[in-house]
Each structure stands twice: as structure tokens, then as C-alpha cells.
């Protein structure tokens, strides 16, 4: 080891990649902070708030939108978006809890199955659009939006599913919990788990940020862009297909405007999480934590007695706020940078 | 597959006449007009020519389909042409029409504004909210405009100023000033507007049977865009700001106080449509013009504005709009569809529009691949010193 041939790994002078994880970190510890200082400001004006019943409300509600903004999150990453989630959340919904209706008798798996695989063939139909036909998502998934909700609104026609036909050992899936948590808030727990390991170690998620930072440069270094864009879309659906079966066992009573804009507060939840809108940096770690933040608010802002209608403009700002912080982190640390690599020039 | 491809070195010769066996019923009216003048540039430009001509060919486009709507709506119903079938026609279309003005420019110079359907609606309830608080109505347009002018504002300042995306900014404004609406009025209804105001939704202008007076004011207003767009120096730089914002920069365009302007200017018209849609519907509530957003942006791509901006025209967005009102008139009229169908059909037909105008490119890539293959397979062949004539064949056989 003739030790003075390396440079030692100085914190400062080794990467300017730590400072940058460094503040990935903290954007993701700030959200956390905030969630703290709302429990905290909420459950000292009503005590009930943090009470077990409301905060395992709270993340049974947080579940659905956090699997969704899973699946959008990589999506966006990639510097795509994916507008058409309400409406499979919406489809799946249905379809799934329509088969109670259909096939008496049908294990709740193969619900899941069949909700899983209508989130499957609609982001198949999206991603081949998408990453086949080279057009923009933002475009396509519109359209999608559109033409899914269209064919959910014919199927579903005047009828609608009732919570009487489905059996009871699915609408108590929201209320189940395992050592005091719902089961739902675990599963959910496991898939950003799976979903942040694989964007971290996997070659494969690795080139959804690099593609999403720069697609061209991506091109350019051999990343097969149509078919990570292609997955993540995939994904995407798949994830919001489950998601459809959830809501359905959430709120029993499936109409054909189940989940209606639902893709809006997606993405605002990705957002808040930290996920950047042109993608290339953000974690599915933030975006379910944005989405727990926005449910928080709103829990939050019922318990203390703020009318529900003031919500949404709340959501609204906080979203904004949100992304204008951000784009101050972004500054400061690029001018951080462009600092250091004067020095080490010097 | 997709590294190598190399975007900008085509062979020169061939785009030009690559693109156009993709519009057969366009390129029937236009090869005589467009072409010839453009098509004399060699190189890189005959590229840039021949998506040209594609664009101009894409209103040619959108007349035959306009034909083709009202000929099959006259062939389905005989109601269809009946003045007030026309006027449920033009009532349908002009509010979006007109949003669909200032979203052309604001996608021209690649930006997006989501929010123009929450601040219609917070216009309408403001103007709900103010007459039920016995405002004169000469105020309350005043003060109406004046919030659309700060509405747009408050977007273009978060864009231009702070530096942030229009995508997320306006999704956060258009939660915010849904939210803001839904506070306004909060369960109220005010629907004692006096029927001067209300009668522009029921009442034709006069002499014209089925022209809505939105529409009236779509058409008057579309052509001051068509010709502010296309015919001044101030047009003519959103569509450079939107192909190269660099280039526009350096070229002296003040970019960022264009798009702000972009942004106030969609902020008072939606609120003047607020105010209109309130007197069509006679009533301002909750919940108006949810999803318009989306409905807007169908048009004007549909028009053959590009997404990614710099591309398309007014006419274009006309077109398509009447386009889109015809055909939601047809297939409501026919017994066999209704409402739902028309969300699947616009949606395809949106998909239908982004995906046409990359064909030349589908045929441009397939080609690229069949050479790429035959160069490969002639590499191989260089190997064995028999086979040296073999690969011109091959590539004029693939």
C-alpha cells in the first residue's frame, strides 16, 4: 500500500456526487420534518389526531396513492409523464369488483389478479405508443386518459357495483392490520422497498435517471430508451391496476367516475416527494412520502375543523411551494458546485 | 436498436419525397403549391422543407376530415343540418374555441397552461359571488378581468421569473384556483343574472340562425391571433422561441417577458370566458368546466400545433375545433354512440394525430434498419473473398 500515490478520500475534495446525495437526503428529510411538525401542530390542537384510529386512516388512505405514485414517479423519472392513471385506477375498480357480481365465489387473489392485469394491458397499450411511436407522453397518455375512462364509462354503462355484492372479507382489507399497522400500509411499504432498490442498484433503474437527465447523452450511451420507457409505463399501469382493486375495496360503491382526476393529485404527490417534473433525479421514497404528506394535510385540516373545501387550494399551494423550494436547492447547490470545481482547478 | 440512428445526417435526396405518400388526400391539393419552392434546397434543409410541407398539408388534412364529418352528419340524421342543431353545435364548441386561442400561443413557444379551466371557473364564481353581492355588473367585469390578469400572472412569474416548469406550476395552479372557487361561492348557486347577460347562451346573433355569440366572438378573435401569429414580427418570434429558445434569445427576443405576457393574456381571456359560460349556463356553482383543460389541449394539438412548440397555426386549431364539435354532434345524434364513445374517439384521435406526422420517420427508421442490416451483411461478406458484388443487391432488394 504506498499510500501518498492516492489522494486520501478527503469528504470535501473526493466527489462532488456526496453533496449532491447529501441534498438529495435532506429534501427527502425536509418533507419528513414537515409531516413531523403537522402531527405534531395538529395533535396539540386536537389530541384525537394522533391517536391510533386516525393515523392508521391516515396511511390506509396513504396506500392507494402511494402505489400509484410509485408506478408515476418512475415514470416521470424518465422525464415522461403518466396522465392516464385516474382512469385505470377508475377501470380497474370496476372490472375488479364487478367480478364479486359475476363469479359468486371468486377468491379475492384472483381479483387482484384480474385487476393487476387490466393495469398491465393498459400500460402495455400506453408504452408501446409511447416508446414505439416516439411521441410525447404528455400527448398519448391524454389520450389515454380520455379513451380509457370512455371504454370504463360504456362498460360500466348505467350500472354500478354495490358494496352488498362484494364480500365482506374484501371491504375489511383497508381496516386489516398486522401488529397494529394495515396490512395495506406494509404491502405498500414492501413495493416502494422493492421499487427503490431496484431504481438504486439495478442497472436497469439506473438508466431511467440517466435518461431522464439527459436523453440524448442517454442515446448516446447505449441505453435502450424505448424499452426502459416502455417498462416503466408498464409499470406504471400494473401499479395502478392493483391500485384500482384497492379503491374498489376502499370505497365499495364503484361508479364509472371512480378516481376522476386522480392522476392531478398523483403527480402533485410525486412532485411534493421531490421527484423533479423533467425527471432525472427524486426517489420513490419521496413520492409515497408526498403522497402521506398530502393525505396528512388533508386528515390534518379535517380534525382541526378547517371546512374540506379549503383542501384543495391548500394542496394546490403546497405544491407550488414545493417545487419553488426545490428550484432554490437547485441554484445553491449547482453555484456549490461550480465553486468547488474552481478550488480544485486552482 | 436505437444509439446509432443518426437523426440529423439523412441521406439528402430522399425525405422529400419520403413524406409524402403519407397524405394521399393532401398531397392531391398541394404538390403543385408547397413543394417546388422548398424542395429546390439541398441537404439538411430538404428535412426541415419537407416536414414543411407536411404541416401545411396538415389543415388540408383537417378540411377533408371537416367535410368528411358534416357529409356523414348530414347522411345520418337530416336534424343535423337544422339551425338549432348547429347552435347546440356552436354552443358546445366556442367557450373551449376560444381558451384554445391563447393555449396555442402558450404551446407555441413550448410552454403549457393547465390551469385555464380552474380560473375560468374561479371567474365565474367571482362573478357569481359579486352580483349576489349586488356589484354593478360594469364593476364586476372590471374587477373580473383584472383577476384573470393576475391569475395568468401569478403563473407567468413562477415560469419566467422563478424559473420553474409550466407543467408542475400550472398543476399547482390549477389546484389552487379550483380550491380558491370552490371557496368563493362554496355550496351556493347565484343564478339571478338579467336575462341580457343569460340570453348569449340561448339567443343566435342576429341574422345568423345557428352562430352562437361565442362563437361569433371565437371567430372575430381568431382572426386577430391568426394575424398577430403569422403576420407581425411579435408572432413570428413565439414560433422562434419555441423551435431554438437559445437562438431566439440571441436574437434579440425578449423570451421570457413574451411568455409572460402569453400567460397574463390566457389569464384575461379565460376569465372573460368565465364570465361568458356563467351566462350561458344563467348560473354560477360549483364545480364548472371541470376538465376543459384537457378538452382545450385536444384541440390544439389536434390542430397540428407540436407539443413540443414552434409548429402550427391558427387555422389549424379552428379547424380542429370544429372538427371535434362536429364530430361530437354526429355521434350523438346517431343512435348507436353517445358521450362515452365520443371520449374514446377524440382520444384516438389524438393519439392518431401526434402518430401520422412521425410515419415518414417509422419509414425513414425502417430503412436505416434494412440498410444497417445489409451493411452488417455485407461486412461479412468482405470477409469471404467471394461474395465482393454482393451487397449492392442486397440493399436495393431490402
Same mark, same amino acid.
Given at each position: 500500500?504506498?499510500?501518498? #500515490?492516492?489522494?486520501?478520500?478527503? @469528504?470535501?475534495?473526493?466527489?462532488?456526487?456526496?453533496?449532491?446525495?447529501?441534498?438529495?437526503?435532506?429534501?427527502?428529510?425536509?418533507?419528513?420534518?414537515?409531516?413531523?411538525?403537522?402531527?405534531?401542530?395538529?395533535?396539540?390542537?386536537?389530541?384525537?389526531?394522533?391517536?391510533?384510529?386516525?393515523?392508521?386512516?391516515?396511511?390506509?388512505?396513504?396506500?392507494?396513492?402511494?402505489?400509484?405514485?410509485?408506478?408515476?414517479?418512475?415514470?416521470?423519472?424518465?422525464?415522461?409523464?403518466?396522465?392516464?392513471?385516474?382512469?385505470?385506477?377508475?377501470?380497474? #375498480?370496476?372490472?375488479?369488483?364487478?367480478?364479486?357480481?359475476?363469479?359468486?365465489?371468486?377468491?379475492?387473489?384472483?381479483?387482484?389478479?384480474?385487476?393487476?392485469?387490466?393495469?398491465? #394491458?393498459?400500460?402495455?397499450?400506453?408504452?408501446?405508443?409511447?416508446?414505439?411511436?416516439?411521441?410525447?407522453?404528455?400527448?398519448? $397518455?391524454?389520450?389515454?386518459?380520455?379513451?380509457?375512462?370512455?371504454?370504463?364509462?360504456?362498460?360500466?354503462?348505467?350500472?354500478?357495483?354495490?358494496?352488498?355484492?362484494?364480500?365482506?372479507?374484501?371491504?375489511?382489507?383497508?381496516?386489516? $392490520?398486522?401488529?397494529?399497522?394495515?396490512?395495506?400500509?406494509?404491502?405498500?411499504?414492501?413495493?416502494?422497498?422493492?421499487?427503490?432498490?431496484?431504481?438504486?442498484?439495478?442497472?436497469?433503474?439506473?438508466?431511467?435517471?440517466?435518461? @431522464?437527465?439527459?436523453?440524448?447523452?442517454?442515446?448516446?450511451?447505449?441505453?435502450?430508451?424505448?424499452?426502459?420507457?416502455?417498462?416503466?409505463?408498464?409499470?406504471?399501469?400494473?401499479?395502478?391496476?392493483?391500485?384500482?382493486?384497492?379503491?374498489?375495496?376502499?370505497?365499495?360503491?364503484?361508479?364509472? $367516475?371512480?378516481?376522476?382526476?386522480?392522476?392531478?393529485?398523483?403527480?402533485?404527490?410525486?412532485?411534493?416527494?421531490?421527484?423533479?417534473?423533467?425527471? @432525472?433525479?427524486?426517489?420513490?421514497?419521496?413520492?409515497?412520502?408526498?403522497?402521506?404528506?398530502?393525505?396528512?394535510?388533508?386528515?390534518?385540516?379535517?380534525?382541526?375543523?378547517?371546512?374540506?373545501?379549503?383542501?384543495?387550494?391548500?394542496?394546490?399551494?403546497?405544491?407550488? $411551494?414545493?417545487?419553488?423550494?426545490?428550484?432554490?436547492?437547485?441554484?445553491?447547490?449547482? #453555484?456549490?458546485?461550480?465553486?468547488?470545481?474552481?478550488?480544485?482547478?486552482? | 436498436?436505437?444509439?446509432?440512428?443518426?437523426?440529423?445526417?439523412?441521406?439528402?435526396?430522399?425525405?422529400?419525397?419520403?413524406?409524402?405518400? =403519407?397524405?394521399?388526400?393532401?398531397?392531391?391539393?398541394?404538390?403543385?403549391?408547397?413543394?417546388?419552392?422548398?424542395?429546390?434546397?439541398?441537404?439538411?434543409?430538404?428535412?426541415?422543407?419537407?416536414?414543411?410541407?407536411?404541416?401545411?398539408?396538415?389543415?388540408?388534412? &383537417?378540411? !377533408?376530415?371537416?367535410?368528411?364529418?358534416?357529409? &356523414?352528419?348530414?347522411?345520418?340524421?337530416?336534424?343535423?343540418?337544422?339551425?338549432?342543431?348547429?347552435?347546440?353545435?356552436?354552443?358546445?364548441?366556442?367557450?373551449?374555441?376560444?381558451?384554445?386561442?391563447?393555449?396555442?400561443?402558450?404551446?407555441?413557444?413550448?410552454?403549457?397552461?393547465?390551469?385555464?379551466?380552474?380560473?375560468?371557473?374561479?371567474?365565474?364564481?367571482?362573478?357569481?359571488?359579486?352580483?349576489?353581492?349586488?356589484?354593478?355588473?360594469?364593476?364586476?367585469?372590471?374587477?373580473?378581468?383584472?383577476?384573470?390578469?393576475?391569475?395568468?400572472?401569478?403563473?407567468?412569474?413562477? *415560469?419566467?421569473?422563478?424559473?420553474?416548469?409550466?407543467?408542475? !406550476?400550472?398543476?399547482?395552479?390549477?389546484?389552487?384556483?379550483?380550491?380558491?372557487?370552490?371557496?368563493?361561492?362554496?355550496?351556493?348557486?347565484?343564478?339571478?343574472?338579467?336575462?341580457?347577460?343569460?340570453? =348569449?347562451? *340561448?339567443?343566435? *346573433?342576429?341574422?345568423?340562425?345557428?352562430?352562437?355569440?361565442?362563437?361569433?366572438?371565437?371567430?372575430?378573435?381568431?382572426?386577430?391571433?391568426?394575424?398577430?401569429?403569422?403576420?407581425?414580427?411579435?408572432?413570428?418570434?413565439?414560433?422562434?422561441?419555441?423551435?431554438?429558445?437559445?437562438?431566439?434569445?440571441?436574437?434579440?427576443?425578449? !423570451?421570457?417577458?413574451?411568455?409572460?405576457? &402569453?400567460?397574463?393574456?390566457?389569464? =384575461?381571456?379565460?376569465?372573460?370566458?368565465?364570465?361568458?359560460?356563467?351566462?350561458?349556463?344563467?348560473?354560477?356553482?360549483?364545480?364548472?368546466?371541470?376538465?376543459?383543460?384537457?378538452?382545450?389541449?385536444?384541440? =390544439? &394539438?389536434?390542430?397540428?400545433?407540436?407539443?413540443?412548440?414552434?409548429?402550427?397555426?391558427?387555422?389549424?386549431?379552428?379547424?380542429?375545433?370544429?372538427?371535434?364539435?362536429?364530430?361530437?354532434?354526429?355521434?350523438?345524434?346517431?343512435?348507436?354512440?353517445?358521450?362515452?364513445?365520443?371520449? !374514446? *374517439?377524440?382520444?384516438?384521435?389524438?393519439?392518431?394525430?401526434?402518430?401520422?406526422?412521425?410515419?415518414?420517420?417509422?419509414?425513414?427508421?425502417?430503412?436505416?434498419?434494412?440498410?444497417?442490416?445489409?451493411?452488417?451483411?455485407?461486412?461479412?461478406?468482405?470477409?469471404?473473398?467471394?461474395?465482393?458484388?454482393?451487397?449492392?443487391?442486397?440493399?436495393?432488394?431490402?
Amino acid at each position: 500500500m504506498s499510500a501518498p #500515490a492516492v489522494p486520501p478520500p478527503d @469528504g470535501e475534495l473526493a466527489s462532488p456526487r456526496r453533496l449532491v446525495d447529501v441534498v438529495l437526503r435532506a429534501r427527502t428529510f425536509g418533507i419528513i420534518a414537515v409531516l413531523a411538525v403537522l402531527v405534531l401542530v395538529a395533535g396539540l390542537i386536537q389530541s384525537r389526531f394522533v391517536g391510533g384510529g386516525e393515523i392508521r386512516f391516515i396511511l390506509s388512505q396513504t396506500s392507494l396513492y402511494a402505489l400509484v405514485a410509485v408506478g408515476e414517479a418512475m415514470v416521470i423519472l424518465t422525464r415522461n409523464v403518466d396522465l392516464s392513471v385516474g382512469s385505470v385506477v377508475g377501470l380497474s #375498480a370496476y372490472v375488479s369488483a364487478n367480478m364479486f357480481g359475476t363469479h359468486h365465489g371468486i377468491s379475492i387473489v384472483l381479483v387482484f389478479l384480474v385487476g393487476l392485469g387490466v393495469g398491465l #394491458a393498459c400500460g402495455i397499450v400506453t408504452g408501446a405508443i409511447t416508446a414505439v411511436g416516439r411521441v410525447p407522453s404528455l400527448v398519448v $397518455t391524454l389520450a389515454m386518459l380520455y379513451i380509457i375512462r370512455g371504454i370504463d364509462t360504456i362498460i360500466v354503462g348505467s350500472g354500478v357495483v354495490l358494496a352488498s355484492t362484494e364480500p365482506n372479507s374484501f371491504l375489511n382489507i383497508p381496516q386489516d $392490520t398486522l401488529v397494529g399497522i394495515p396490512d395495506l400500509a406494509l404491502a405498500v411499504a414492501v413495493v416502494v422497498a422493492i421499487a427503490a432498490y431496484y431504481l438504486n442498484t439495478f442497472r436497469s433503474g439506473r438508466d431511467l435517471y440517466a435518461i @431522464g437527465s439527459d436523453p440524448d447523452a442517454a442515446r448516446r450511451a447505449g441505453i435502450p430508451i424505448a424499452k426502459r420507457v416502455f417498462t416503466a409505463f408498464v409499470i406504471s399501469g400494473a401499479l395502478s391496476g392493483v391500485a384500482g382493486v384497492v379503491w374498489a375495496a376502499q370505497y365499495a360503491t364503484i361508479e364509472s $367516475t371512480a378516481a376522476n382526476g386522480l392522476e392531478l393529485q398523483i403527480i402533485a404527490a410525486v412532485v411534493v416527494g421531490g421527484v423533479a417534473i423533467f425527471g @432525472g433525479s427524486g426517489s420513490v421514497v419521496g413520492a409515497a412520502l408526498g403522497a402521506l404528506l398530502l393525505q396528512t394535510i388533508n386528515s390534518a385540516l379535517n380534525v382541526i375543523g378547517i371546512s374540506s373545501i379549503w383542501t384543495e387550494a391548500i394542496s394546490g399551494l403546497l405544491l407550488i $411551494t414545493a417545487i419553488t423550494l426545490d428550484r432554490g436547492i437547485q441554484l445553491r447547490l449547482a #453555484a456549490a458546485l461550480r465553486k468547488r470545481r474552481v478550488r480544485l482547478g486552482a | 436498436m436505437a444509439p446509432e440512428d443518426p437523426p440529423l445526417t439523412p441521406p439528402p435526396a430522399e425525405p422529400a419525397e419520403s413524406s409524402q405518400p =403519407v397524405f394521399p388526400e393532401s398531397v392531391a391539393g398541394e404538390p403543385p403549391g408547397a413543394p417546388p419552392p422548398e424542395a429546390g434546397r439541398a441537404g439538411s434543409f430538404s428535412v426541415l422543407s419537407a416536414r414543411m410541407g407536411r404541416f401545411a398539408s396538415w389543415e388540408a388534412a &383537417l378540411v !377533408v376530415a371537416l367535410v368528411l364529418v358534416f357529409a &356523414l352528419g348530414v347522411d345520418s340524421s337530416s336534424y343535423f343540418t337544422s339551425s338549432y342543431n348547429l347552435f347546440t353545435l356552436c354552443t358546445n364548441i366556442g367557450d373551449l374555441a376560444l381558451m384554445a386561442l391563447p393555449m396555442t400561443l402558450i404551446i407555441m413557444v413550448g410552454e403549457i397552461d393547465l390551469s385555464v379551466a380552474s380560473t375560468l371557473a374561479l371567474s365565474g364564481e367571482t362573478l357569481g359571488y359579486l352580483w349576489s353581492h349586488h356589484w354593478p355588473m360594469g364593476a364586476i367585469f372590471i374587477v373580473v378581468i383584472a383577476l384573470g390578469m393576475v391569475l395568468g400572472a401569478i403563473n407567468g412569474f413562477l *415560469v419566467t421569473k422563478v424559473g420553474l416548469p409550466s407543467l408542475a !406550476v400550472t398543476i399547482g395552479t390549477l389546484t389552487l384556483y379550483r380550491g380558491l372557487a370552490n371557496v368563493v361561492l362554496g355550496p351556493l348557486t347565484v343564478s339571478n343574472f338579467p336575462s341580457f347577460y343569460t340570453n =348569449v347562451g *340561448v339567443q343566435n *346573433v342576429p341574422g345568423i340562425p345557428f352562430l352562437s355569440y361565442s362563437v361569433a366572438f371565437f371567430i372575430v378573435l381568431a382572426i386577430v391571433t391568426g394575424v398577430v401569429l403569422h403576420r407581425t414580427p411579435f408572432g413570428r418570434s413565439l414560433y422562434a422561441i419555441g423551435l431554438n429558445k437559445e437562438a431566439a434569445l440571441h436574437a434579440g427576443i425578449r !423570451v421570457q417577458r413574451v411568455k409572460m405576457m &402569453l400567460f397574463v393574456l390566457s389569464g =384575461v381571456v379565460c376569465a372573460l370566458v368565465g364570465m361568458l359560460y356563467t351566462f350561458e349556463l344563467s348560473s354560477a356553482g360549483e364545480s364548472i368546466g371541470i376538465g376543459f383543460e384537457l378538452k382545450v389541449i385536444t384541440i =390544439v &394539438l389536434l390542430g397540428g400545433v407540436s407539443i413540443f412548440g414552434g409548429r402550427g397555426t391558427v387555422l389549424g386549431v379552428a379547424l380542429a375545433a370544429f372538427v371535434y364539435a362536429g364530430l361530437h354532434s354526429v355521434l350523438l345524434l346517431s343512435n348507436s354512440f353517445n358521450d362515452n364513445d365520443f371520449q !374514446v *374517439v377524440s382520444g384516438a384521435l389524438l393519439i392518431l394525430s401526434v402518430l401520422i406526422p412521425n410515419l415518414p420517420s417509422f419509414a425513414q427508421r425502417g430503412r436505416e434498419l434494412m440498410r444497417r442490416r445489409a451493411a452488417r451483411a455485407s461486412s461479412f461478406a468482405a470477409d469471404d473473398p467471394g461474395a465482393s458484388s454482393q451487397p449492392p443487391t442486397q440493399g436495393i432488394v431490402t
